[in-house]
Nanobody, 115 residues
Framework: QVQLVESGGGLVQAGGSLRLSCAAS????????MGWYRQAPGKERELVAS???????NYGDSVKGRFTISRDNAKNAVLLQMNGLKPEDTDVYYC?????????WGRGTQVTVSS
């Protein structure tokens, strides 16, 4: 059973920083993509950032230049460094791991940015 364990969410003032981490366990298969998505109540889940096993990154338009995603393939882990946080970044952030034939989600971690 694949598990994704997220950590690092919390409350921060606007302009501050947080770092989210996610570690995957329970699979012998290689992870192709890892990423972070976020979702506010009543809205669709949207891409924050993703990274392939080869290090190719993709960012949502609203976070470009402020967030940085990185990956530790040996640990099946992905990090999201979030700088210059804004109140509109307040959301539940979900880790995603994509294998060859399946995809898994973490339970989510709350990020709250106060103005």
């Amino acid at each position: 059973q694949v598990q994704l364990v997220e950590s690092g969410g919390g409350l921060v003032q606007a302009g501050g920083s947080l770092r989210l981490s996610c570690a995957a366990s329970g699979s012998r298969d290689s992870i192709r993509h890892m990423g972070w998505y976020r979702q506010a109540p009543g809205k669709e889940r949207e891409l924050v950032a993703s990274i392939t096993s080869g290090g190719i990154t993709n960012y949502g338009d609203s976070v470009k230049g402020r967030f940085t995603i990185s990956r530790d393939n040996a640990k099946n882990a992905v990090l999201l460094q979030m700088n210059g946080l804004k109140p509109e970044d307040t959301d539940v952030y979900y880790c995603n791991a994509v294998f060859q034939f399946s995809s898994y989600w973490g339970r989510g971690t709350q990020v709250t940015v106060s103005s």
